[in-house]
């Protein structure tokens, strides 16, 4: 674990976030009622012993600068290494498919130079998963891999894009395929699908990177993707819960995924713990005629209606006969006496009228704006 840094590849942002990503990057998107999805794979690091980690950042970075200040609740405020604040460049942020740009390498090469760690995991920050990072460390070691990228051994039908690995019986890769959001592959991908987190040897990483100084809008994966009879490349399996977020469905599916309680109990109550901004508050207030089923409600906030299937964060207060129901209201949002909110995801400082009647659908959840009023 001590041979090991982390660099998180933040400077990533979708259209089809719509307004929860016009003013923050997919890194610092609030979710599951008091965390940033930021924090799933920087705990991940942690707890694997990484105490380096840099995250390239987006140039609207306000909102991901102000959470993560200095690291300290990740144990990365430290003298000596530590947390890594890193610039990203503005070139080819908003193509959906750059989750790892060259340039950003580039830009940040001294990151990766100084130090004298033999291996870096790359991630991106727009996932929802609990892996244990040293078994995906120790399976890199085993194999003397100069690279293994960690993926998932089904595909899901809610993942129509994405890096599809086909692997020998010794789980090398002899075949990568990539499939775009608007086209269609010639042939069936394979049924390994690359989960955005990989490890290389620190200097095949630099050596990979100074080959393409010439072509440095490139990503990352279409390196490998080029080099594969060039380099050893391995793949790591993870079989645990996995939620990609990258639209509007699919963060609402994986809010409502965190409800069930076996998933809520591998990603926050098993033995690798996540952490997040303090955020200290006045337990939350239920009054007379209040009613609750299955929702994640945090501290701070004031229910006096009902809440059924929904993810609440601090501060949320609820009026009296209103009803919410499959939905995500964040940070100090307002439903008035009996609105009825169901399938609506509504930013931060949020205020819904008395009485407002607002629905979305399962598949086109209602996505209200911070500080929107209705």
């Not at 690995?165 to 499939?179: A, G, H, S, W, Y």
């Not at 989960?195 to 100074?210: E, H, P, S």
């Not at 100084?213 to 060039?230: Q, R």
Request: charged share 25%.
């Amino acid at each position: 674990m001590n041979e090991t840094m982390g660099l998180i590849c933040a400077n990533y942002n979708t259209e089809s976030l719509g307004s929860l990503t016009t003013d923050r990057p997919p890194a610092s998107l609030p979710f599951g009622g008091r965390y940033r999805l930021i924090d799933f794979v920087l705990s991940n690091m942690v707890n694997a012993g990484i105490r380096t980690v840099g995250i390239v950042t987006p140039y609207m970075y306000r909102s991901l600068l102000d959470h993560l200040g200095a690291g300290k609740e990740w144990l990365l405020d430290r003298k000596r290494d530590g947390l890594f604040i890193l610039p990203g460049s503005i070139y080819g942020f908003r193509n959906m498919s750059t989750q790892f740009l060259v340039k950003d390498m580039i830009r940040n090469m001294d990151y990766l130079t100084r130090d004298y760690r033999e291996y870096v995991i790359v991630t991106s920050a727009n996932q929802v998963y609990n892996m244990d990072y040293n078994a995906l460390i120790e399976a890199h070691a085993k194999n003397d891999a100069d690279v293994t990228l960690a993926y998932r051994g089904e595909n899901p039908a809610h993942w129509s894009k994405g890096l599809f690995l086909d692997l020998n019986f010794e789980k090398r890769i002899t075949k990568m395929l990539r499939v775009r959001p608007e086209s269609t592959p010639a042939e069936m991908p394979p049924p390994a699908m690359f989960i955005d987190c990989m490890i290389f040897k620190r200097q095949v990483l630099v050596d990979l990177i100074g080959w393409y100084l010439a072509v440095d809008h490139m990503e990352l994966t279409d390196v490998l993707l080029e080099n594969i009879g060039n380099i050893r490349m391995y793949g790591y399996e993870f079989t645990g819960y996995l939620g990609r977020i990258d639209s509007v469905h699919s963060f609402m599916k994986c809010s409502r995924d965190i409800l069930l309680p076996e998933i809520h109990d591998e990603l926050f109550f098993g033995k690798r713990s996540v952490y997040t901004k303090v955020r200290d508050g006045a337990p939350t207030r239920y009054y007379s005629g209040s009613a609750t089923s299955n929702a994640l409600i945090p501290n701070e906030c004031t229910i006096r209606g009902r809440v059924e299937n929904s993810v609440l964060f601090p501060g949320v207060t609820i009026g009296a006969d209103a009803v919410v129901k499959d939905s995500v209201i964040m940070q100090r949002s307002v439903i008035g006496r009996g609105a009825v909110v169901e399938n609506v995801i509504a930013d931060k400082y949020v205020t819904i009228g008395d009485g407002a009647i607002l629905r979305g659908s399962d598949e086109h959840p209602l996505v209200l704006g911070k500080r929107s009023t209705m």
